[in-house]
């Protein structure tokens, strides 16, 4: 399902090569060797907003969600795993998405057609955001994710700027709780794994 970008992170919803809105925190830049350095590593979905209705009740659904990245500078991809808890369940799943540095997008297959994502890095390093159907004012939406379950108001603060340029309303922001987590036990058991494969090899 092409929601599941926003809803695990990154099945990517459908977008149109156009103009980001001219909001000056929504500008995409091109993506560099340090922008991937940078968001290399273990992320949580904070929180997502979006003018589509049946988006937003959507994104109720999903409970709590992180994942890892790990770019691939000379292939221009990223290897993801993510650990999504859903109707109190953990689902587990592995991608990669393509790069493009010039757009600063960040893109995968879904269905046999290529989704794209603006990938917005902030003044706090520790957050970043994904903007989503930039082209479509009426369904237009951001999304924001941070190195750690539980965000200030002020790293927050981009999120919501971005919100007010887009006009969508704060009250429509829907927050996921790590608390509600069930993937801890499954993320423990996959690195005692790795260590076990790397103490064999």
Known sequence: MALSWVLTVLSLLPLLEAQIPLCANLVPVPITNA?????????????????????NKSIHEIQATFFYFTPNKTEDTIFLRQYQTRQNQCIYNTSYLNVQRENGTISKYVGG?????????????????????????KNWGVSVYADKPETTEEQLGEFYEALDCLRIPRSDVVYTDQKKDKCEPLERQHEKEKKQEEGES
């Open 113 to 137: 057609q290529e989704h794209f994502a603006h990938l917005l890095i902030l003044r706090d390093r520790k957050t970043f955001m994904l903007a989503f159907e930039v082209n479509d004012e």
């Open 35 to 55: 922008t991937l350095d940078q968001i290399s590593g273990k992320w949580f979905y904070i929180a997502s907003a979006f003018r589509n209705e049946e988006h």
